[in-house]
């Protein structure tokens, strides 16, 4: 991978559902649905997923999209057609925001609304200067009432830091924007081993790793000292390609499980400062979170998810 480069993995594709009889159980794991009366299901607050795009015409999504732009050179770079051709970023979007439609799939916060920004392409590969851009077009970008952007989801990664990156997720951060990355797939289950991903690896960035289904850290998520949470990121079920649903795998799956919860607590703690949005998010998490002793700092951060 160049300097330059950054990467999705979209996971293989576990299994295949076409119509769904049973709801996932991972909202009731991390509490999202004890919440939802008192946050309206995060109504009126922007996520920027920044993505390999989306299926914009998938019925469990297309009435959430408010906007998107392509920063790729996919469908010979025109800005505003910003589909999908990976599936990674439908899926990524899912879990934030997928209206229930009777299909048994819903996000996290499924009144929120999601601005599409595609930085990844049909070969699952970006640039940072692409992933730069697009969160300066997040901070900058008005929505046709007035709205602005309050969380990013970057479920995506690249090994090498990058000077221009950090300057602008520091802008992104003092404007009060919550910024949530993946904390990378390259972990061996090793505690003692470390893996860094860039922009999660970042201070100002809510780095997540990946749990299993028996709450126990997946042997792929990448751990070190920055690790902030842990989210359900194993065989998780979403939104695909052509009106489909299947489950992926990754800690890029774990990632918009928070990104989701910082839209339903963005409606909880009704800030009379938005530019401290994301202490109060991260402070809410922390406090929240489940502890989970038996595993080391590194693998865990500060617990799993808890949003009761």
């Known amino acids: ?17 076409k119509t769904l009889s049973t709801a996932p159980d991972n909202l009731d794991k991390i509490k999202a649905r004890e919440i939802w ?21 998938h019925p469990n999504l297309k009435s959430n999209i408010i906007g ?5 050179e996919d469908d010979e770079g025109k800005t505003d057609i910003y589909n999908d ?72 990664g690249g090994t090498e830091a990058n000077e221009e990156l950090r300057k602008v997720i520091k802008m992104a951060y003092s404007k009060g924007i919550v910024l949530i990355a993946a904390a990378g797939n390259e972990g061996d289950g090793d505690k003692e081993t470390i893996e860094i991903s860039y922009p999660g690896f970042y201070k100002e960035v809510i780095q997540v790793g990946s749990i299993s289904e028996a709450q126990t850290p997946s042997k792929f998520s990448n751990s070190n000292d ?9 065989n998780i079920l979403s939104t695909h390609l052509n009106n489909d649903f299947v489950e992926l795998t990754g800690t890029s799956m774990a990632a918009p499980f928070v990104a989701g919860s910082a ?21 809410y998490l922390l406090k929240h979170a489940l502890p989970m002793e038996n595993f080391s700092i590194n693998q865990v951060g500060n617990g799993f998810i808890q949003l009761k």
């Open 37 to 57: 009366d008192e946050t309206d299901q995060g109504s009126d607050i922007i996520v920027a997923v920044l993505d390999s795009g989306i299926q914009i015409n």
């Open 1 to 17: 991978m160049s300097n330059n480069e950054i990467i999705v993995k979209p996971g293989k594709i576990v299994k295949l559902f």
């Open 85 to 156: 051709y990976l599936g990674h970023g439908t899926h990524v979007s899912g879990i934030i925001a997928a209206l229930d439609n009777n299909k048994g799939v819903v996000g996290v916060a499924p009144k929120s609304n999601l601005l599409v920004l595609k930085v990844i392409d049909k070969n699952g590969k970006g640039t940072f200067s692409s992933l730069i851009n697009a969160i300066k077009y997040a901070m900058e970008w008005t929505g046709p009432n007035g709205e602005k952007v309050s969380v990013i989801n970057m479920s995506l």
């Open 226 to 234: 920055n690790l902030d949470f842990v989210g359900p990121g194993e």
């Open 68 to 72: 998107g732009f392509n920063f790729t």
């Open 263 to 283: 839209a339903l607590i963005l409606k909880l703690i009704n800030s009379t400062d938005p530019h401290l949005n994301p202490v109060y998010v991260y402070d």
